[in-house]
């Protein structure tokens, strides 16, 4: 029996495949590695935080209501007009809920729907690399040709601490007469990086330039722990272009309700959702209105979610600092990168391999975030995840002091 289509033929294509087959992602396999060595897991990020009470609440009261069946596929009429509220009070944005905001099974949806409906078969998609791993899956099942910008790293000479950074010059040359869209995901993951205004205005410009459409992942947009975020589709001129993605999952801590959404103009919107309503057509209807109710918080609320996450990434950072690690502080997200070159551990993918066995904890090979050979020094770094409880990361911790200790 035949047992390819054409995901498998695109993603042979771009290089995807090992051995023929698709893989289970790296974060499946290193959940079940965590499980099979009853290891502590900072490799997958899903948050241990329960969601705010109202949001849960409003989830419960619902379901009661009988708010069961199938909600509009373009989203409950409460929650579209919610993300437009969100939208102009922390942003200035100004979308009508009714024709420029589509509600989605997730961000993860809202991405593919929108790089389905956009990118022709050889047209460009620019990411930057490291990137979310969805990407390159989804812009090789469109047919697209994906370009990436590579970041950068060095050593903060006052701290010692890693420090990345995107590198301008390479992203302005990412850019081609062939370019369709330029998909931005900040903050970023896997690094937690915020990017900067003039990077912010740089990708509106040469996107303008190139007549190219932005497509922004901001899932991560409330986790931020200095500056605030500014969305690509508030800089001038950038709103008409620009497809604007979010999620419910991270900042109220339910990844697994998979409620996301996108704003954009209603040509836009109009082609996407002719992808979208035969993907998922529609879903979760109790969750629309409790994701609703948590978008109308206010920002007090948010600030605390964000306050409580600050102190369990400088837990970790300044553990993983003590023992040993090269650490990034990260602005914004869940994770933090740690280099384990001064550990005596050039090799990332061997060390995640051994981790769980040796020290009983899991963290995810950054390699994970780069195309086969691209990573460069972050060959020796790893991704762990900040969004775990207290305990969990003072475990986590003692364990990577006991391994490390022979090692310094
Ligand atoms: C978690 C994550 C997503 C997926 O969001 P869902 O709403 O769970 O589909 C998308 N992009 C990035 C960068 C993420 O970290």
Not at 210 to 226: K, N, P, Q, R, W
Not at 291 to 300: D, F, K, R
Request: with cysteine; net charge negative; glycine share 8%.
């Amino acid at each position: 029996m035949k047992t390819t289509g054409p995901w498998t033929r695109a993603a042979a294509a771009a290089g995807l495949l090992k051995d023929g087959e698709a893989r289970p992602t790296v974060f499946a396999q290193m959940s079940a590695r965590a499980a099979a060595h009853g290891a502590l897991n900072l490799g997958q990020g899903f948050p241990d935080d329960a969601p705010p009470t109202a949001v849960s609440e409003a989830a419960v009261d619902a379901i009661r209501e009988g708010r069961n069946q199938y909600p509009p596929g373009a989203g409950e009429a409460v929650l579209r007009e919610a993300i437009a509220e969100h939208q102009a009070r922390w942003y200035g944005l100004r979308w009508d809920p009714a024709s420029e905001v589509l509600v989605s099974t997730g961000a993860t949806e809202a991405l593919a729907a929108t790089l389905l409906a956009l990118v022709q078969p050889g047209d460009e998609v620019i990411t930057l690399e490291p990137f979310y791993d969805q990407y390159a899956a989804i812009i090789a099942l469109a047919g697209g040709v994906h370009r990436t910008a590579p970041l950068t790293s060095r050593t903060d000479e006052t701290t010692g601490d890693l420090v990345l950074e995107v590198d301008e010059d390479a992203l302005r040359d990412a850019f081609s007469p062939r370019t369709r869209a330029v998909l931005v995901n900040t903050p970023h993951n896997p690094t937690g990086l915020m990017l900067a205004q003039s990077t912010l205005q740089l990708i509106a410009d040469e996107a303008a330039r190139h007549d190219a459409l932005i497509v922004t992942d901001e899932v991560y947009e409330h986790l931020t722990f200095g500056a605030a975020h500014r969305p690509l589709a508030s800089l001038p001129g950038a709103q008409d272009r620009t497809i604007s993605i979010s999620s419910a999952g991270k900042t109220f801590s339910v990844t697994g309700w998979k409620i996301g959404w996108l704003t954009a103009r209603p040509e836009l919107i109009t082609a996407i959702t002719g992808v979208k309503q035969w993907l998922t057509y529609s879903s979760g209807a109790p969750f629309q209105p409790a994701v609703a109710a948590g978008l109308a918080m206010p920002p007090s609320a948010f600030h605390e979610l964000a306050e409580d996450l600050r102190g369990r990434r400088d837990l970790l950072t300044d553990g993983l600092r003590e023992i040993g690690f090269r650490v990034s502080v990260p602005e914004a997200g869940y994770f933090t990168v740690a280099d384990a070159s001064p550990l005596g551990e050039p090799d990332a993918d061997a060390l995640a391999e051994r981790l769980p066995a040796e020290a009983g904890v899991v963290a995810i090979p950054l390699t994970a975030f780069y195309r086969e050979g691209q990573a460069g020094a972050a060959t020796a770094y790893l991704r762990m995840a900040f969004c775990k409880s207290r305990a969990t990361i003072e475990q986590a911790l003692e364990k990577l002091e006991a391994w490390a200790a022979p090692r310094r």
